[in-house]
C-alpha cells in the first residue's frame, strides 16, 4: 500500500507519467502469449506503449535524451532484422536503457515442448560486444518447479515429478542488487546459461551449485532431451558436471551508454508459463528491473520494505556449519535445563499450595 499510494503522489505531484516501451521480438503476440505483463506494469503505475521494431527503428534516431531514459522492455530477438537490431543497439549505447528477454533456442511451448536451436539472431553478435550473451544450450537444475502431467484416458492417472528445464531460483543465489534482494521463486523456462565476459558486469540470478547445461545433439532430432519422462533428475545421472551458472545479468555499457539486463529466457514471462506457475515473482522481477531502469531508487526500495522472506534458505550451509556447536549446546543442554526447570517449579508451586513446604 505503501508503495502504491508514493507511487501515485509522486505521479501526481512530479506531473510524470512513468514510460515504458514494449517491444515483442520473436513473432509471437503481446496480446495472445505476453498477455499479462502489460497489466501488471500498468497496475504497478507504468505507463505502457507497445512499438514495433519497424516503428523502433524509424523513432529512435529522433530520441530526445529524455526519450531516451524510457526503458525498452524487449520480448524475444530471434525474429528482429539486422537493421532492427542495429537500431536497439544505437539506443543503448547512446544512453538508452534496455530489457531483453532472449533464447538461443524455440521452444514448441504450446505442444510437445521440443526444442529447436533458433539460427541467425542478429542480437547475439551484439550481446557479444557487450560482454554478455546467451549459450547454445539448456540450463537444468535440481531446483526447480514440480509438474504435474496426467493420462488421456477416462479415469486420468495423475503423477507430479520435477521438471529440471523449468528452474526455480533460490533467494541466496540473487544477488544483493534492489532488484533480486527480496525477490524468490522466480522460474526461468528452457532457459540458457549466460557467458559473462564484462568485468562491469552483475549477474543478478545464480543457479543453485547442482545445475548442469544439456547441450544439442545433432545426431538426433530433435536435438534437445525436453520429455519430462526422459530428462534426467540430477546431474549425476546422465553423467554430467554439475555446476553454478548466470541466468541474468546487468551490464552498464561504456561510454556515455545505458544499462541493460539481460535475461537468457524469452519465455520468463509468457502466458503459458506462467498460468503453469500461477506465481507473480517473474511479473515482480520485471517491475523491480524496470524501476530500476527508470532510476525510481525511493520507489524500489519502498516496495522492498514490505517483503518478509520466512525461508530457511536465507542461512547459508557455511553459516550453519559455523553455529553448529551453539545450537548443540542450546538443544542438548540449555533446552533440557529449561524444561526441567520449569516443571521443578511447576510441582514447587502445587506443594507450596498444598501446604507441604513451609517458607
Avoid at 523502433?56 to 537490431?85: C, D, H, M, W, Y
Avoid at 539472431?121 to 537444475?141: H, I, M, S
Avoid at 531446483?143 to 504435474?148: A, E, G, K, V
Avoid at 503459458?272 to 531502469?293: I, P, Q, R
Amino acid at each position: 500500500l505503501e508503495y502504491e499510494l508514493t507511487s501515485r503522489v509522486l505521479s501526481l505531484v512530479q506531473q510524470e507519467i512513468r514510460q515504458i516501451m514494449v517491444m515483442v521480438a520473436n513473432g509471437m503476440t503481446l496480446e495472445e502469449d505476453y498477455s499479462y505483463i502489460v497489466p501488471w506494469l500498468e497496475a504497478s503505475g507504468f505507463s505502457c506503449s507497445w512499438v514495433s521494431p519497424q516503428e523502433f527503428l524509424l523513432l529512435q534516431s529522433g530520441f530526445s535524451s529524455a526519450e531516451r531514459k524510457i526503458p525498452l522492455l524487449v520480448l524475444g530477438s530471434s525474429a528482429l532484422t539486422q537493421e532492427e537490431v542495429l537500431g536497439i543497439q544505437n539506443f543503448a549505447e547512446c544512453g538508452g536503457n534496455v530489457m531483453l528477454f532472449t533464447s538461443t533456442g524455440k521452444t514448441d511451448i504450446y505442444g510437445d515442448w521440443t526444442v529447436v536451436p533458433s539460427y541467425g539472431d542478429y542480437f547475439t553478435p551484439v550481446l557479444e560486444k557487450w560482454g554478455v550473451w546467451p549459450n547454445n544450450d539448456l540450463l537444468c537444475d535440481i531446483s526447480c518447479f514440480p509438474i504435474t502431467l496426467y493420462s488421456d484416458e477416462d479415469v486420468p492417472q495423475y503423477q507430479t515429478m520435477n521438471y529440471p528445464l523449468w528452474v526455480a531460483s533460490l533467494s541466496r543465489y540473487c544477488s544483493e542488487n534492489p532488484i533480486t534482494r527480496c525477490l524468490e521463486g522466480m522460474h526461468f523456462f528452457w532457459a540458457n546459461s549466460l557467458t559473462v565476459n564484462n568485468s562491469a558486469a552483475e549477474v543478478l540470478v545464480y543457479s543453485s551449485p547442482s545445475a548442469w547445461i544439456m547441450t544439442p545433439d545433432y545426431n538426433f532430432q530433435p536435438p534437445f532431451i525436453t520429455n519430462p519422462f526422459m530428462v534426467y533428475s540430477t546431474a549425476e545421472q546422465g553423467g554430467y558436471v554439475s555446476g553454478q551458472y548466470p541466468i541474468v545479468a546487468l551490464v552498464p555499457l561504456e561510454h556515455g551508454g545505458g544499462r541493460v539486463i539481460v535475461v537468457a529466457d524469452q519465455y520468463f514471462v509468457s502466458t503459458m508459463m506462467l498460468d503453469y506457475t500461477a506465481s507473480s515473482s517473474n511479473l515482480d522481477f520485471v517491475v523491480n528491473s524496470l524501476l530500476y531502469l527508470s532510476d525510481e531508487s525511493l520507489l524500489l526500495e519502498i516496495k522492498n520494505r514490505s517483503y518478509v522472506s520466512t525461508a530457511l534458505n536465507k542461512v547459508s550451509p557455511e553459516i550453519l556449519v559455523d553455529k553448529k556447536v551453539v545450537v548443540l549446546i542450546i538443544i542438548c543442554i540449555v533446552m533440557p535445563l529449561l524444561v526441567s526447570f520449569i516443571i521443578g517449579l511447576i510441582f514447587f508451586i502445587k506443594n507450596l499450595k498444598k501446604g507441604k513446604i513451609n517458607v
